[in-house]
């Protein structure tokens, strides 16, 4: 697929139009299938701008990779903790003071809550990536 932006000559609407090949773009508007998504109109030219593949680009690649990366490392570091969701800092709390046995936890906490074990010194730490509670997995 190739995606074109396209401009109505009309109204100056700019929109994107999906094609399979550059002649299926042509045979369409040349047979007035092409049409501006606002007016209607059918004078339609390609936007002066280059066409796109559709194709997600090297940079894109890149990132999604990487948080692909980050997300199995998180995983690792999870397989050996419990979740404990919102009462993390409750919990924490109570591990740092003694009151529970120690053990890796991981759940939520709010700014303002992990600021305040931060300050009571309780050893936590923000995970890189966001979590799904256990449960709401697809
Ligand atoms: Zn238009």
Redesign the pocket.
């Known amino acids: 697929m190739i995606v074109f932006d396209l401009r109505?000559i009309?109204?100056g609407?700019v929109f994107e139009g999906w094609f399979s090949s550059t002649s299926d773009y042509q045979g369409q508007l040349e047979r007035g299938l092409v049409q501006?998504p606002?007016?209607g109109?059918a004078q339609v030219e390609k936007a002066p701008m280059a066409p796109r593949v559709g194709r997600s680009t090297a940079a894109e690649d890149g990132v999604r990779a990487k948080l692909a990366e980050m997300a199995a490392i998180q995983q690792k570091l999870l397989s050996n903790s419990e979740y404990v969701g919102e009462q993390l800092p409750e919990t924490a709390r109570a591990m740092h003071l003694g009151e529970v046995e120690k053990k890796a936890v991981h759940g939520q906490a709010s700014v303002a809550e992990a600021k305040a074990l931060i300050d009571e010194g309780v050893p936590i730490m923000p995970l890189p990536l966001p979590i799904v509670p256990p449960g709401q997995v697809n």
């Open positions: 109505c009309e109204g609407e501006c606002v007016c109109s």
